[in-house]
Nanobody
Framework: QVQLEESGGGLVQPGGSLNLSCAAS????????MGWHRQAPGKRRELVAH???????NYADSVKGRFTISRDNAKNTVYLQMNSLKPEDTAFYYC?????????WGQGTQVTVSS
């Protein structure tokens, strides 16, 4: 069993930055990949960024070049550095952790980009 807790969301103006973090606890050795998804009202949940245990990353085209996902195995934490934020980035952001059969989800954190 894996538990995830996100933090770092909030309100920011367009062009600003936010740093999200997600701390994992529980059966940590079972975790393979970790990532971030987001969901805005009326829209489908979408992948934002993903990182493997070996550090390989991929990003949604809409955030590529602006967001950076990283992972600190010593702290059992995955991060999402978000720069040059746009209003369309406004969404509820969820951390996930993948095992062989199961994907675990955190409670999420709200990110609002507005002037």
């Amino acid at each position: 069993q894996v538990q995830l807790e996100e933090s770092g969301g909030g309100l920011v103006q367009p062009g600003g930055s936010l740093n999200l973090s997600c701390a994992a606890s529980g059966s940590l050795f079972s975790i393979a990949g970790m990532g971030w998804h987001r969901q805005a009202p009326g829209k489908r949940r979408e992948l934002v960024a993903h990182i493997t245990s070996g550090g390989r990353t991929n990003y949604a085209d809409s955030v590529k070049g602006r967001f950076t996902i990283s992972r600190d195995n010593a702290k059992n934490t995955v991060y999402l550095q978000m720069n040059s934020l746009k209003p369309e980035d406004t969404a509820f952001y969820y951390c996930n952790a993948e095992t062989f059969y199961t994907t675990y989800w955190g409670q999420g954190t709200q990110v609002t980009v507005s002037s």
